[in-house]
């Protein structure tokens, strides 16, 4: 087959959004596994100022044809701002105002040139995420070779007039997980059809779960979180249920966080608190096999990639039971707990750190679960047997 893959960032060297980690990797497995691939992506490396940072231009990378196009500088930010704040208050909009807030979206000119021009040669136009400008464009251009990866989330945008238009312009659906292709179906009303469940392969590895306490002193266990710092991940309400589990229990514990992003941590928190920010994935992958819980409060996932990489290294997980997809992950693998209130995460972790022999079961069970149905050979069956059907 020849391919295109569409997604807002591409970097084989640094790190993206799991989103666009998603769609590389989809990309990437699908050329090892013989197809022709081209990537189309943007010139922007910051997904909060879009700026064109790289150079315009094809390159060869990953067995793929990758293609860089400038995201347009002439949108109208502060419009684009004031609509996107009505839309997460919940405020109604015209459908006027809808066009207008992905017209002034991240969109390529070029990008869409180019497309139009090629759409034809492709047997298939694989592109996500679901909110972006770049993504409505595509789904205007070829809509009937066209596959949407939309890693939806239960929010205001998901209810926009024109996102519902756009999941029924399309051929077709590619979830990660099934709670994901559920909540499209009570949204958009989808074909059964056309929706298929799809996922991302993962990658074992090898990690010595004593090294990384080792190397940086901690003489307690410790639960671990990997991500972004932001109110969309939940982590201020991971701080203060951790801050209250530390004032109301007798179990000592180190908070080890990766990832980006500032934070206000309670002041009696922070002496527990080792902040790494960005790590090497040998280091992440050795803070995963040690820690004792994987903690991921967020309630906006479509997947879970770190929810998975911490099964690979033997960890269990507690995970926010608003989260559908996580909290469906867990119950695939039978390898975590989740909570809604704080009582429940009080007792979760009771039951985590205090019992490492069921910990250890859990995690072990996950490990089990990722190796046997998220290897790259099962999702490009359930890949090739969507675009084939």
Excluded at 121 to 144: K, M, N, Q
Excluded at 370 to 381: E, I, N, P, R
């Amino acid at each position: 087959m020849k391919l295109a893959f569409v997604t807002l960032r591409y970097a084989p060297e640094g790190v993206v959004g799991g989103a666009e980690t998603l769609i590389r990797q989809l990309a990437r497995h699908s050329a090892a596994a013989g197809h022709e691939v081209h990537l189309l992506t943007t010139c922007a490396r910051n997904h909060f100022t879009w700026e064109n940072e790289r150079p315009a231009g094809t390159e060869s990378a990953e067995g793929m044809t990758v293609h860089y196009f400038p995201v347009n500088t002439d949108r109208n930010l502060d419009r684009f701002l004031s609509l996107q704040a009505k839309i997460d208050r919940q405020q109604p909009l015209t459908r006027e105002d809808e066009e207008e807030w992905a017209a002034n979206s991240v969109r390529s000119r070029e990008l869409n040139q180019w497309l139009e021009k090629h759409a034809a040669d492709f047997d298939a136009i694989l592109v996500g995420p679901y909110l972006f400008g770049i993504t409505f464009d595509v789904s205007h251009i070829a809509p009937e070779r066209t596959w949407l990866i939309p890693c939806l989330h239960d929010e205001p945008f998901a209810q926009l007039s024109i996102v519902r238009d756009m999941f029924h312009r399309v051929k077709g659906h590619l979830f990660n997980a099934a709670p994901e292709r559920d909540l499209a179906q009570r949204l958009y009303g989808l074909n059964g059809t056309r929706a298929h469940v799809v996922g991302m392969g993962m990658e074992p590895f090898e990690a010595d779960p004593e090294v990384f306490a080792r190397r940086h002193g901690l003489e307690h266990p410790y639960i671990l979180y990997c991500g972004r710092r932001e109110g969309g991940k939940n982590t201020p309400l991971l701080l203060h249920y951790l801050d209250a589990y530390r004032e109301r229990n007798q179990t000592p514990f180190h908070l080890v966080l990766t990832g980006s992003g500032d934070y206000e941590a309670p002041e009696a928190l922070k002496p527990h608190i080792l902040d790494l920010g960005f790590v090497s994935e040998q280091e992440k992958h050795e803070a995963m096999a040690g820690a004792s819980v994987f903690f991921h409060p967020s309630t906006n996932e479509s997947f879970g990639i770190v929810l998975f990489e911490a099964w690979l290294a033997g960890t269990p997980a507690l995970v926010h039971a608003k989260s559908d997809v996580l909290r469906w992950q867990c119950e695939q693998a039978n390898a975590g707990l989740w909570f809604q209130f704080y009582p429940e995460c009080e007792a979760m972790l009771d039951l985590l750190l205090q019992n490492p022999k069921l910990a250890r079961r859990l995690g072990e069970n996950g490990r089990k679960h990722v190796t046997s149905a998220y290897t790259w050979s099962a999702v490009g069956q359930r890949l090739f047997s969507a675009l084939n059907s």
